[in-house]
């Protein structure tokens, strides 16, 4: 019986190449030079998982970016081995996928990010970093009932590539209703969510080279589809008022810029509101100089007190904004419906461009939101949704004074998902990510944003109510250790 070797070695998680690429490469490098032999057996997946402390899954995505280059194989019962024939005088030989995925124009998510969703796959974790509504908070039960009452008997063949018509024709009216936009159903295009919209509007309506404007700290600088598609990003500080207008101004004319992308109500992630004033300056200076806003509006009806700021959109007479909007926030993720307010040309275009992507979206979720918008169950849900939230906003603060009194400071949200926290003392953001994860609890750093170090991004929409205090002390025992 053959046996099977040790890998004494650990991964270096400071660095910004991923586990399992670090992982896949150390046991090439071994096998090259000759420490581990054609047949050599190697661990089981779930064994050199425990002997490097990472997930089995990590292994796993290892292992098989070796069996595609075709230096391991493995065969049920017998374990998983060095290739003989790898060795042989004519081998045969499997594309080298490691490079072609390097060599790829998309860039992969931010490290940060991508740390985060290998955490969440381990069970217990406490989860501050997602930015999306758990399971209490979303419309399961609604929904499921409206599934019922209204059986599915549709054609489902492609649709419309603007979206199914009368999901669009029901967004008119909740528009007019909850954001005081008037539009028309071929002015509004459906989505997969908001990231799908902003996606379709770098690559359809700018080129690599272009200027644009986003706030800073922003959720857009988490988004690496900006740099895949060769723009060049400007920020706007984010200050208790939001955005200073003028600073378009000043960014026009020293880079060009010919775009602004702003997330003014509640933004994420400073849940900061841009004030009346600077909306109607906002407006006044995008018109002077001829610039689209791209409004991105995820958040405005999770107001708590039911009362959100109009959207910039409401007050575009010149069609100069372009407003992007979303189930994710409000009812539930998994949907995957959006939508943009656009003018009809724009709309024409980025309707070719997705359905050369999909063919467009699936018709059975659209409806599933068309009939909820339309049914008695959307306000109530809206209004417990605002009073869920507020519990677990408060919840968190109360931990945060209680744990760490001295250490964090923040501005109190009035709507959204998220709690921004500033560190006082100067702290190392890796550190205090990783010491966190040891402990269970998963946060995201404020780099992901842009912000510089020393704050993190809370979200209290995710984790359980039971877990919040829970995780709030962990995550002080995490700075403490960290700071001593």
């Not at 758990?134 to 059986?151: C, D, V, Y």
């Amino acid at each position: 019986m053959s046996k099977v070797v040790i890998i004494m070695w650990k991964p270096d998680r400071s660095s910004t190449q991923t586990l399992y690429h670090q992982i896949a490469d150390e046991i090439e490098r071994r096998i090259s030079y000759g420490e581990y032999p054609p047949g050599s057996l190697l661990p089981s997946e779930r064994k050199l998982a425990e002997q490097l402390g990472v997930n089995r899954s990590t292994v796993i995505l290892a292992y098989e970016e070796l069996r595609a280059l075709g230096i391991i194989e493995s065969r049920t019962g017998s374990g998983t081995r060095v290739c003989k024939n790898k060795w042989e005088a004519t081998p045969k030989h499997t594309p080298n996928w490691h490079r072609y995925v390097e060599g790829g124009q998309f860039l992969p998510n931010l490290f940060y990010l991508r740390r985060i969703r290998e955490a969440l796959q381990k069970d217990g974790m406490i989860d501050f970093a997602s930015g999306e509504l758990s399971a209490q908070l979303s419309p399961g039960q609604e929904i499921s009932t409206l599934m019922k009452e209204n059986p599915f008997t549709e054609y489902l063949g492609y649709d419309n590539p603007q979206g199914f018509t009368p999901l669009r024709e029901e967004l008119v009216s909740y528009l007019s209703r909850y954001r005081q936009i008037k539009t028309t159903d071929s002015s509004i295009l459906i989505t997969s969510g908001s990231q799908q919209s902003l996606y379709l509007i770098t690559q359809c309506l700018l080129a690599p080279g272009d200027a644009v404007a986003i706030e800073d700290p922003s959720y857009c600088y988490s988004l690496p589809m900006f740099q895949s598609a060769g723009l060049r990003l400007f920020r706007l500080p984010v200050s208790p008022e939001g955005i200073d207008p003028e600073d378009i101004r000043s960014l026009y004319k020293k880079n060009r810029i010919k775009m602004i992308f702003l997330n003014p109500t509640f933004q994420n992630p400073t849940g900061i509101c841009l004030n009346p004033a600077r909306r109607t300056q906002l407006l006044n200076v995008a018109s002077e100089l001829g610039l689209p806003i791209v409004e991105d509006d995820p958040f405005s009806l999770t107001s708590y007190d039911g009362d959100p700021p109009a959207p910039l959109k409401s007050h575009d007479q010149l069609g100069s904004v372009l407003y992007i909007g979303s189930f994710s926030k409000i009812a539930a993720s998994g949907l995957r419906v959006g939508w943009m307010v656009a003018p009809h040309s724009v709309v024409e275009r980025l309707a070719d461009a997705r359905q050369q992507m999909d063919f467009g979206l699936s018709v059975v979720p659209q409806k599933i939101a068309a009939q909820f918008l339309h049914s008695n169950f959307f306000l109530p849900h809206l209004e417990q949704l605002r009073m869920r939230l507020l519990y677990r906003r408060d919840l968190l603060v109360e931990a945060l004074q209680t744990e760490l009194p001295d250490l964090v400071t923040f501005t109190l949200p009035q709507g959204g998902l998220h709690l921004w926290c500033k560190i006082v003392p100067e702290i190392n953001d890796n550190q205090l990510f990783e010491e966190a994860l040891r402990r269970g609890v998963v946060v995201a750093p404020g780099s992901v944003y842009g912000s510089d170090s020393g704050y993190i991004r809370f979200t209290f929409a995710r984790p359980k109510e039971a877990e919040i205090t829970l995780g709030v002390a962990k995550f002080a025992s995490a700075l403490r250790a960290v700071l001593s």
